[in-house]
């Protein structure tokens, strides 16, 4: 279980290359969340800061006027040479990226001041958020985006199965517990509920490839499933919906 995630974005950066998530759907209610601008009102000048799972480095970019150094990593070399080039396109100097695991990081103890993960694994599982406690200097902070417990419900239901499906636990708990674990407090929190709606089948087998919503879809194996989505929910396209969560902890 704890290697579905690697494994997921192994085969989708090999077939991407590059992370980009375009979020095929339109929207049609709720509030879709920012985390840039979540990200920037912990910012200072004098701060180095980790990107844990930057994938092709955008946000890592966009993030560095903000601070004295950001290091962006990611396990995968079709990302990190997607990133690359973007940073080449720039004149920015104090972004390093990094092919390296998040669960094995290649960083001095209290390295850092703030790590955070833009849907990326932090607090995918446990050897993760001990990592980044290991590498974090002591009062600094811990900021995620992850994905809520609800999110895609609707397709997850038809599967069967899927990214913390069925829960026991709501993701805010998981994460409670994780931080418990390595004595970080959590901060603050807040859920984000917002709905999308695809055209067509098409837009969401790609979501599915791009994301570990359903973490071993596989297109032809499931195409029963797929069928029963475009027969059950596809009313002048297909409305999904969307949660997010965005948390703070200081170690
Ligand atoms: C949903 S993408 C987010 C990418 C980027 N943070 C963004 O917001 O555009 C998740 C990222 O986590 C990375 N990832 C997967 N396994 C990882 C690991 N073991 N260590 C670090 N990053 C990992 C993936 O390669 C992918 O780039």
Request: glycine fraction near 6%; include cysteine; charged fraction near 35%.
């Amino acid at each position: 279980m704890k290697d579905n995630y690697d494994s997921f974005y192994k085969k989708s950066s090999k077939k991407f290359k590059k992370y980009e998530f375009h979020g095929q759907g339109r929207l049609v209610a709720g509030e879709k969340p920012n985390f840039f601008e979540y990200l920037k009102k912990f910012t200072n000048k004098n701060f180095k800061v980790l990107d844990l799972g930057c994938g092709s480095g955008e946000l890592t970019l966009k993030f560095s006027p903000f601070l004295k150094e950001i290091v962006g990593i990611d396990p995968f070399d079709d990302y990190i040479k997607s990133a690359e080039k973007l940073k080449k396109e720039t004149d920015i100097k104090n972004v390093i990226f990094k092919i390296a695991d998040g669960k094995n990081l290649p960083f001095e103890d209290e390295y850092f001041d703030i790590v955070f993960s833009s849907r990326g694994p932090l607090s995918a599982n446990n050897d993760f958020i001990r990592e980044s406690f290991r590498v974090l200097k002591k009062g600094g902070l811990m900021i995620e985006e992850t994905i809520g417990e609800e999110d895609k419900i609707e397709l997850k239901k038809i599967f069967g199965r899927g990214q913390n499906y069925p829960y026991q636990e709501t993701k805010l708990e998981l994460v409670k517990k994780m931080l418990a674990q390595c004595g970080m407090n959590l901060v603050k929190s807040k859920y984000f509920k917002y709905y999308q709606v695809y055209s067509s089948i098409n837009d969401v087998i790609e979501t599915l490839e791009r994301a570990p919503i359903i973490p071993d879809f596989d297109k032809a194996k499931d195409k029963s499933y797929l069928e029963e989505i475009d027969r059950k929910l596809n009313k002048k396209g297909i409305k999904l919906s969307n949660h997010r969560l965005f948390w703070v902890a200081e170690k």
